[in-house]
C-alpha cells in the first residue's frame, strides 16, 4: 500500500530535499530590497563561484533551468548566426528547438542517443571554419534522457582552440554531481537548475556567463527583456535583482550551499561516482542491461532497458509496492527503458534501497533467483565501501 508522504524521488530531478532546506523555504519572507536579503544574495553568490570553481559571474533566474539556457543564446548570439549543436538525446534537442526559435543557423553534430558525442566531430567542424563564422558551441554535459556524460573537457578545449566561438553549456545534471571547472575548462556559458544537484525545489536557475560571453553580450540582437542578463548583472553589483525574485527558494539556496561546502567538492563527486557504479554494476548482476555505453555513464542517472518487460509497468509497480518513483523513457524510448536518478540528497541507504526493491520486483516475476538478487547486493556492497 502505498504512502505519498513517504515517497522517495529518485528520478533526475525534482530530486529529495534535506529537511534544513525545507525549513528555510517555511519561513516567513523578508523584502528582497532588504539589508538581510543582500547579505543572502551576497553569500549565495560566492558559494555558487565555489560550486562552479569561477571566478565568473554567477546568476541566479527565477525561473526553471530551460530559463538559464534560453538565456544564455539570446543574450550572446544574435539572428541567423551559426552555431553548431551537440545532440545526443532529448536535452540536446532542446537546445536545437531554442536556437532555431531564435532564428540560428544551426549545424548539428548527432550521436546515437545513449552513445556519447564525438569530440573529434566538433574539432574538425571548428577547424574548417577558416571564417571564424561560428559564433557558438552549445551542448549537454550530462544528457539526462539517456544517461550519458559528454567529454565537455575535449570538446571545450577544441572550442578554445577555435578562439572565436563560445560555449554554451546545460550543466544542469553535471553541476554539484561531477567535476566541472568552469575557468579551467573555460566555459563560458553554464547554466544548471535548482531541482537538481543543488537539493532545493524547482523555481531557480544559474548562470555563469565569462568575459568574453559579455563582451559578445554587447552585440547580442535577439529580443530579451526578463532574461536580459545585463540587468541581472547590474543589480548584482549591489547584491540585488531586477525584479523580485523567489525570495524563499533563496533562503533554501543559502543553506543547500552551506551543506555542500560542508561536504565538500571531491566527496560530493565521489559519493556520485560511488553510487553510479554500485547501480549499473548491481543492475548487471541483475540481468539487466544498461541503455548508455559504458565508458560515458553519467553520475547522476543511469537508464536500464527492460527488454520485452514494459518497463511503464515495472515503474508502476515499483512505485505502488515500494514508493519509489523512477523516471520512465522519454519519447521512442517510453516503455524500453527507466532511469534512476541518483542526483543530489541520495545517500547509500537509498541505493540499496532502490536496488533492493528492483530485485525483489524481477524474483516476483521470476527473472533473477534469490542467489543472484543476493549477489547484486554483494555488488553494490562493494563499490560503496
Ligand atoms: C532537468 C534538465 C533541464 C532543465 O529542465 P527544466 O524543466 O527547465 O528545469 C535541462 N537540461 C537537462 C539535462 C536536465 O536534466
Known sequence: MAIQQKLSLMIPGPTPVPEKVLHALSKHPIGHRSKEFQALVESTTKNLQWLHQTQNDVLTITGSGTAAMEAGIINTLSKGDKVICGEN?????????????????????????????NPEKFKELLEQDKQKEIKAVILTHSETSTGVINDLKTISSYISEHKTALSIVDCVTS????NVPVDEWNLDIVASGSQKGYMIPPGLSFISMSQKAWEAAENSNLPKF?????????????????YTP????????????KMMRE????NIFLRHTKHKLAISNAAKALNLELFAS?????????????GEMDAEIFRKTIKNKFDILLAGGQDHLKGKIFRIGHLGYINDRD????????????????????????EALLVANKYLE
Open 89 to 117: 538525446g532529448k536535452f540536446g534537442e532542446r537546445w536545437v528547438k531554442v536556437a532555431e526559435e531564435f532564428g540560428l543557423e544551426v549545424i548539428k553534430i548527432n550521436s546515437q542517443w545513449g552513445t556519447p558525442l
Open 175 to 178: 553541476l554539484g554531481a561531477c
Open 226 to 242: 526578463y532574461l536580459n542578463l545585463k540587468s541581472y548583472r547590474k543589480s548584482l553589483r549591489s547584491n540585488s535583482n531586477p
Open 246 to 257: 523567489a525570495v524563499n527558494l533563496v533562503f533554501a539556496l543559502d543553506e543547500s550551499l
Open 263 to 266: 561536504e565538500g567538492l571531491e
Open 294 to 306: 559504458e565508458k560515458c555513464l553519467s553520475p547522476s542517472i543511469t537508464a536500464i532497458k527492460t
Open 351 to 374: 541505493i540499496i534501497t532502490v536496488l533492493t526493491a528492483i530485485s525483489n520486483i524481477l524474483l516476483g516475476m521470476g527473472k533473477v533467483t534469490a542467489q543472484q538478487a543476493g
